[in-house]
């Protein structure tokens, strides 16, 4: 096969990353690409078998030097040039791809490829409305949002127009998980862009790789998307028209949307059950998959509410003892899904504390001697400060059947195709926006940090299938009646229940068009691409 049929496909640390550059890889193998998918040899174990089976697909690992993808915090240095001399090993050693997809959060690869002339593609997991929010602030030039005023953003729809919460969005408190990045709003109100090139790129260096864009800087992607010949987004027409038009417009290059970038099983049985045994493997949980259906199945139609913060980030453990309580008040039954590890710490009661580095990193640890136990006062649940995590001990005896709770993995598919779902408690993680989108449930949105605040303005300004948790969301300060109240101004809403089903008929056909004509758009531009 001559090198012009090979595409690299170089994924990001984590699963929201991962899952859809191998479903990309499909999409690509199927218009006769040979699709190769170059990651660490940390995440070998997260590759189903099948994936293997398709003959235009190939998995190159790179050898890691830790048994684990790495924190930012502990040598990401090392790691990179490790997996830098891998990927040039490579190329050395097999015929040179036609183009590299990467994805954004790996744009250091980049100049790997630079140097050898070979393409690349910047690919953003994540959907359209964060980026053309973060690059519409920045040319917009606020500089301060007073309380109760928005101000509109040129080219973007009238509902995104910003307010004072949105710049008031910024990471919890403490560092953000390295493996997240810093996507979202800024800290502060952007100031004015640096004078721009002919292209319409900033001239000087590029931002700083990590984090939300500094006041006065520009999105961190830019310098990625200057380099490369085009961008591809996890997203479609259907669901983000006018943000793939706005980059499209901005950047003057082709932009394309070519997702959701879900399991073909997804969009094969869009009015039938999904069932996740058949689609990902299992991972480590205290239920099995019947034991989640048949619970489902004893509920009525619409009843439950599914929560779950995915498995990259959650709410403090003081908010998920304001969590378990609104559970416990509530009448609705509830599957409420928590990952091992679950619960950042909150910020410390009185003046600011510091805490001294611990094995080089700036993050806290868990609190020195026994557990601690918080609430132990009438009403409360025990939250625990364990290394694995945050558990509601005590709340599945007080609910009794009328609430399932799921320690570590769980069939999301599944629950979110059943029909006695009728609401998802999100942090508005992309790829769980939109398979909760694709299956008509509504949203109640509860973002903790970077591409989750703009998915959620999208959800509930834009599309308007689901609705803010609470107005204090900058301040991180959710009670327990926030979320309560926030529960049945959701499950209790019609229309945007409605909508949400109105929304989801878009993609009842498959695959949605828009996403198959822009890879049929991808695949002829490489073919020309290679031919001068």
């Known amino acids: 096969m001559s090198s012009e049929s090979q595409i690299w496909v170089i994924p990001f640390f984590g699963q929201g990353h991962l899952l859809p550059s191998m479903e990309l890889c499909k999409h690509i193998a199927s ?67 036609a183009c590299a997809v990467i994805d954004n959060m790996m744009d250091w690869t980049a100049d790997i490829f630079k140097k050898l002339k070979i393409p690349t593609i910047a690919f953003f997991t994540s959907g359209a409305c964060s980026a053309a929010l973060e690059f519409a602030m920045w040319k917009a030039r606020v500089v301060d949002i007073k309380p109760g005023e928005t101000i509109l953003l040129p080219g973007l729809p009238e509902e995104m127009a910003l307010t004072d919460s949105d710049l008031k969005q910024g990471p919890p408190p403490g560092p953000p998980p390295p493996q997240l990045g810093g996507f979202g709003f800024p800290r502060g109100p952007p100031g004015p862009p ?5 292209d319409g790129f900033p001239l000087g260096h590029p931002p700083p790789k990590m984090g939300p864009p500094q ?15 085009a ?3 996890n997203s479609c027409h259907e669901l983000e028209g006018p943000f793939l038009d706005y980059l499209r417009l901005q950047i003057g290059k082709p932009v394309w949307g070519v997702g959701p970038l879900l399991p073909q099983q997804f969009w094969k049985s ?9 689609i990902r493997a299992n991972k480590q949980s205290n239920v099995t998959e019947d034991e989640v259906m048949g619970w489902l199945d004893s509920k009525p139609h619409g009843s439950v509410l599914y929560v779950s913060f995915g498995t990259e980030v959650a709410p403090t453990k003081q908010q998920f003892q304001q969590l378990a309580d609104a559970l416990e008040a509530s009448n609705r039954p509830f599957i409420w899904v928590i990952q091992h590890g679950s619960g950042r710490p909150g910020p410390p009661p009185g003046p600011p504390q510091f805490l001294g580095n611990q094995h080089g990193s700036g ?33 599945d005896q007080k609910v009794g059947k009328r609430g399932l709770i799921i320690h570590g993995w769980a069939p999301q598919l599944l629950i979110l195709s059943h029909a006695s779902t009728g609401g998802f408690l999100s942090h508005c993680g992309w790829n769980s926006t939109v ?28 599309l308007k299938v689901g609705c803010m948790i609470s107005d204090n969301l900058a301040q991180q300060n959710i009670k327990k009646d926030d979320i309560a109240e926030g529960v049945e101004r959701l499950m209790g809403n019609e229309d945007i229940k409605t909508q949400a089903v109105m929304l989801s008929t878009k993609f009842q056909q498959g695959f949605p068009a828009s996403s198959a004509v822009s890879l049929d758009a991808f695949k002829d531009f490489i073919v020309n691409l290679n031919a001068h």
């Open 435 to 462: 398979e909760a989108i694709g299956r008509g449930v509504p949203l109640l949105a509860w973002p903790i940090r970077g591409d989750q605040h703009s998915n959620a303005k999208l959800v509930v300004n834009h």
């Open 231 to 233: 961008l591809m987004l």
């Open 31 to 97: 218009r006769n690409f040979k699709a190769t998918l170059i990651i660490s040899s940390n995440l070998s174990s997260s590759i189903p078998s099948s994936f293997h089976d398709h003959p235009l697909i190939q998995v190159a690992q790179i050898p890691s030097s830790s048994p684990t993808p790495p924190e930012l915090s502990s040598g990401p240095h090392h790691h990179h040039s490790n997996l830098a001399q891998g990927i040039a090993s490579l190329l050395e050693n097999t015929s040179q791809p």
């Open 363 to 395: 993050r806290p640890g868990p609190p020195p001697g026994p557990p601690q136990f918080l609430g132990n006062q009438p009403g409360s649940n025990d939250v625990v400060f364990e290394e694995e995590g945050y558990f509601p001990h005590g709340l």
């Open 194 to 198: 640096p004078p721009a090139a002919a």
């Open 270 to 278: 869009s009015d039938s059950l999904l069932h996740d045994r058949e």
């Open 215 to 229: 006041p006065g800087g520009q999105p961190q992607w830019m310098g990625t998307a200057k380099d490369s010949v």
